[in-house]
């Protein structure tokens, strides 16, 4: 089976979550400034602002290295983030479709709560992830980082199936980011933290670029934001 001629990974731009909760986290809050549910989160105004030099940048590419194939999560944030990106871009694009696999970690029953909220409602939870493992570990009704690289391993094999040879761009999460890299270079869990470490955590509008090199995918870069605007 062939391979896609690239896979270009990138996350989405900020969202109101990624500020609402570190600020409630931060001060013990039981609450966030943020509502209804996870796949309905929108972009906040720096957010928009970083989908649309996304845009600029992929229209600053020549067209044998545009897109040919573009999948979103199903969720606002990442549908947005493209839809802005596209629009920016100046250039014809190919229409986006949404794959449910790649949909951010389902964290279940705690599902936009703050650390403060996970710790009264769910006190046995802290003994329970410490016990599992930070990879194993699935909150009530929600899924592991194991679960997410068995469904992104699903989700790689049908787009290698479907779009070998042609450049692709994936629009999601940094659960999703990260654990592709997993699946694609086999990365162990130790592996997996050592990455994270390395280049930090997943970053909103972040490009992950890998190229095809003897019928396999290689890792060109990781976590790049220099075609970002300053926060």
Do not use: C
């Amino acid at each position: 089976m062939g391979v896609v001629a690239e896979l270009l990974l990138v996350r989405h731009g900020q969202s109101l979550a990624n500020v609402a909760f570190p600020a409630a986290d931060k001060d013990g809050l039981l609450e966030a400034e943020v509502s209804g549910r996870d796949a309905e989160v929108p972009l906040t105004e720096y957010g928009a602002q970083q989908a649309a030099a996304l845009g600029e940048w992929i229209g600053d590419r020549p067209e044998n290295e545009l897109p040919q194939v573009v999948i979103t999560s199903p969720y606002l944030r990442a549908r947005e983030t493209w839809r802005i990106a596209a629009e920016k871009s100046g250039v014809g694009l190919p229409e986006p479709t949404t794959d449910d696999r790649l949909v951010d970690r389902l964290l279940g029953d705690l599902e936009m709560l703050t650390r403060a909220a996970v710790t009264q409602r769910f006190p046995g939870e802290a003994e329970r992830r410490a016990e599992a493992g930070e990879y194993r570990y699935a909150p009530p009704g929600g899924e592991s980082f194991a679960d997410i690289e068995v469904r992104l391993g699903a989700f790689l094999d049908d787009l290698h199936r479907d779009h070998a040879g042609q450049r692709v761009i994936v629009v999601a999460h940094d659960a999703v980011v990260l654990m592709m890299r997993a699946v694609i270079e086999q990365l162990s869990w130790d592996k997996v933290l050592e990455a994270e470490r390395s280049a930090g955590s997943v970053r909103n509008a972040s490009l992950s670029r890998f190229v095809e090199v003897d019928g396999r995918l290689q890792l060109a870069y990781y976590n790049s934001v220099d075609h970002l605007p300053p926060a």
